[in-house]
């Protein structure tokens, strides 16, 4: 089975400060993981994506998160936060055979805080 | 544009009264699902569709039916809503890939409240 952890319910940063939201997974399988970003009243939208390959994955909004096998970790990172940053993120995996493969197992989430 | 659409948004009901939620998606997906969102829980599978007439349980299936007539559409059905079924709902769809390696795309949500 698969599982992730986000540690951290509740993160406040500065504006402009470095943004670090933790997420550490459990998979049998090699994992495909996913960050996703939920703004308040609204559903849930793609941050970035970890497949195959290169290790550090960029995605929008200026975020980014590295896949750490040895780690079993892929945490977000955002190097200067914005106001319009304030949101839940959730990470999830994906892969293996259960839900026909395309289940997503998600995190608890973070909100994300951010202060002037 | 590419989306996946729920109706309604918001929905209060009464224990025991039926009640559907739809959802729709204009990508030609072959997998759809649908999760529920609790505080401090995240989201949670209750169903999901690999191809029309395919379905099967998610992780928290109890009280819950689904159908999937066509491939546009995946509706979730409460036959006896009860308190415990009070959350947020999400239809999610996707292209269905071998293992997952795959974006999914969410609604807009469905607050639902059972009263």
């Known amino acids: 089975a698969q599982s992730v952890t986000q540690l951290g319910s509740h993160v406040s940063v500065s504006e402009g400060a470095l943004v670090l939201l933790r997420c550490n997974y459990s998979?049998?399988?090699?994992?495909?993981l996913f960050w996703y970003v939920q703004y308040p009243n609204q559903g849930l939208q793609l941050l970035l994506k970890?497949?195959?390959?290169?290790?550090l994955v960029k995605g929008i909004n200026g975020f980014e998160a590295e896949f750490k096998k040895s780690e079993t970790s892929f945490h977000l990172t955002k190097p200067s936060a914005h106001m319009s940053d304030a949101a839940e993120y959730f990470c999830?995996?994906?892969?293996?055979?259960?839900?026909?493969?395309?289940?997503?197992?998600f995190g608890t989430g973070t909100q994300l805080k951010v202060e002037l | 544009e590419a989306q996946v659409t729920q109706n309604p948004r918001y929905l209060i009901t009464v224990t025991g009264k039926k009640l559907t939620v739809t959802c729709s998606q204009n990508m030609n997906h072959e997998y759809m699902s649908w999760y529920r969102q609790d505080p401090g829980l995240g989201l949670r599978q209750i169903y999901y569709?690999?191809?029309?007439?395919?379905?099967d349980k998610g992780d928290v299936p109890e009280g819950y039916k689904v159908s999937r007539k066509e491939k546009r559409n995946f509706p979730l059905i409460l036959e006896s809503p009860s308190p415990n079924q009070t959350s947020l709902y999400f239809c999610?769809?996707?292209?269905?890939?071998?293992?997952?390696?795959?974006?999914?795309?969410f609604g807009q949500g469905t607050r639902l409240t059972v009263v």
């Open positions: 998979s049998s399988v090699p994992p495909y």
């Open positions: 999830a995996v994906s892969g293996g055979l259960t839900g026909g493969g395309n289940k997503l197992t």
């Open positions: 999610a769809s996707s292209p269905w890939v071998s293992g997952g390696n795959t974006e999914a795309f």
């Open positions: 970890y497949t195959t390959g290169a290790t």
């Open positions: 569709s690999m191809n029309v007439e395919v379905t």
